[in-house]
């Protein structure tokens, strides 16, 4: 079974937002997807470029950017990934990347687990590191894990996903273009060793005096590069069962030994982040 899945290297925020949103997802499914994924919050500006958060730059579950995320998919027909900063109850804001069906329906989510601090990526000064693990969830007989950006880099929760029965992660990103080399080493050796899809969409141009920008990436859960472009739209075709044949070749056949990874986690302590909020 193949899936087409977009990547759309495109945000939706200013004037006619919602209407540029709705005919991206259109444009999507008339090339034959079924799923599209956009960048890192994608509904609105990249506020990290700036310190201090704003009270309008978040909102409660359900609030007026994921309905607006939800009309669009439900209008358009297709799946969306999309997301953005949401409150939990205690008021904590976190970077939450949403699926939601065809019908509008939300499917799953995720928070960012692994929130930088650096010029241009103020990020711990808008959210906080996501409190819970990410799980997969399933979606048209397709299990899917979401890594958002900077989670990537910390591979083992991308293998913790794998574990639980991911065969695609979506890979939401705001990167900048010289680094994108290191991102890929990264994605190909995680895909490999995981044998799973990744799916890596960047935010498409420089905001805020942050220099964003830098392709799409799909990478086969063999660590083949399949797709690699700065194409607004790109349309990937996803064959979740060559994560089965990956798991029968090497690396991939070799025993997970979740048992022996839970003990060296358990006695080690957890490294807080290097730098201040």
């Not at 201090?52 to 358009?76: I, K, T, Y």
């Amino acid at each position: 079974m193949t899936i087409a899945i977009a990547l759309v290297s495109d945000v939706f925020f200013g004037d006619g937002a919602d209407e540029r949103l709705l005919a991206t997802l259109v444009e999507c499914r008339d090339r034959g997807a079924a799923l599209v994924v956009l960048p890192e919050l994608p509904l609105d500006p990249w506020v990290p470029a700036a310190r201090g958060a704003q009270p309008g730059d978040a909102e409660d579950d359900q609030g007026p950017r994921l309905r607006r995320l939800a009309a669009a998919a439900r209008d358009s027909g297709t799946a969306v990934l999309g997301g953005a900063i949401l409150r939990g109850p205690a008021g904590a804001r976190f970077n939450t990347a949403v699926l939601v069906d065809a019908e509008g329906h939300r499917v799953g989510h995720t928070a960012k687990a692994h929130v930088p601090q650096e010029p241009g990526f103020w990020e711990r000064d808008h959210y906080r590191d996501a409190s819970a693990p990410a799980r997969p969830f399933a979606w048209h007989d397709v299990r899917f894990g979401v890594q958002i950006c900077s989670d990537i880099n910390r591979p083992v929760a991308t293998h913790a996903l794998a574990a639980l029965g991911a065969q695609v992660i979506l890979h939401p990103r705001a990167t900048e273009p010289d680094t994108f080399a290191k991102w890929r080493l990264v994605l190909q050796a995680t895909a490999m060793t995981a044998s799973v899809w990744i799916l890596s969409v960047n935010r498409p141009r420089p905001e805020g005096g942050t220099p964003l920008g830098g392709p799409s990436c799909v990478v086969a859960p063999d660590g083949e590069v399949m797709l690699e472009t700065c194409e607004r739209i790109a349309i990937a075709q996803v064959d979740p069962d060559l994560c089965t044949r990956a798991r029968a070749d090497y690396p991939g056949y070799l025993p997970l030994r979740t048992d022996l990874y839970a003990r060296a986690l358990a006695e080690a302590d957890p490294w807080p982040s290097a730098v201040d909020p």
